[in-house]
């Protein structure tokens, strides 16, 4: 999964995709690397983040899907969008997209569940420590990070069914960094105790990518980011959420040569 943010304000790479054409081009870049999904983000949530209206996020969003659609993108690759607000949701998936990726596991709005059910639609639910979109800093402490984490998957991908989304529609990710604690064990106690979430058949997605748990200055995050994904992917990851597809692929193609062996 290739990240696309359409915010000014994201930690890694905000700022840097203003106009339809820059859009499109890094698209194409990220299918080119070897995604075969694209997870478009129109609000960031990330620690400092601010609210953004329901007018502001689909007007950052609007000319993405307006790029996709006329240049079949949507034929290419699935479309993701990050979003917690129904709203949106339902904007983009009648536009073509095909994925909602819910940063607060269903809690946001309350009409998200039943807007994805009605587009038959697969949805990402995310376990955060914090119950809205701004995540904080909180050093959160845990007795069994796992549990806790499967406790709320269980009970929100439940709440999902109950709703109408059908069960092979629903991707499970257990959060990383600031989504977790701002303490870095933890977020390196999800990846070597992921194989523990199968217990909950769903497919895993895992998003450390440029992340601040892994240390260092953003710009060198990159390697740190593979070395984290691959241990999760050693583990049972299905989904591999990044900036940097290309050498992501190459790690995932060695890896599977090795299982195979």
């Known amino acids: ?8 304000d994201s930690f890694s790479d905000g700022g840097k ?3 339809p054409k820059k859009i499109l081009a890094q698209a194409q870049k990220l299918i080119t690397q070897g995604a075969t999904i694209l997870d478009l983000g129109a609000e960031s949530s990330g620690p400092n983040s601010v609210n953004v209206s329901l007018t502001e996020e689909l007007n950052r969003l609007q000319p993405a899907l307006n790029i996709f659609q006329t240049n079949k993108i949507f034929d290419q690759v699935k479309v993701s969008i990050d979003t917690y607000k129904a709203e949106v949701a339902d904007f983009a998936l009648k536009a073509g997209a095909h994925i909602i990726n819910d940063i607060t596991g269903l809690r946001g709005s309350p009409n998200m569940a039943a807007v994805i ?3 038959q639609a697969k949805v990402i ?3 955060s420590k914090d119950p809205t979109a701004r995540t ?3 050093e959160t402490t845990y007795k069994d990070i796992i549990q806790t984490i499967v406790t709320f998957l269980k009970q929100q991908t439940d709440y999902a069914i109950n709703q109408g989304i059908k069960p092979e529609n629903i991707i499970i990710d257990p959060g990383m960094g600031a989504f977790l604690s701002t303490i870095p064990k933890y977020s390196f106690e999800v990846l070597n105790r992921l194989a523990e979430l199968k217990q909950l058949g769903y ?3 895992i998003g450390t990518s440029r992340k601040s ?6 710009q060198d995050r990159d390697l740190p980011s593979i070395i984290a994904d691959t241990i999760a992917l050693y583990n049972g ?3 591999i959420r990044t900036h940097n597809p290309e050498k992501h692929l190459a790690v995932i193609t060695t890896l599977n040569e090795i299982i195979r062996n």
């Open 1 to 8: 999964m290739g990240i696309i943010n359409l915010t000014p």
């Open 17 to 19: 995709l203003t106009t």
């Open 117 to 119: 059910a009605k587009h």
């Open 125 to 127: 639910i995310m376990y």
């Open 136 to 138: 904080t800093k909180a």
């Open 203 to 205: 497919p895993i997605l």
């Open 213 to 218: 748990f892994l240390g260092g200055k953003i």
């Open 237 to 239: 990851a299905d989904i």
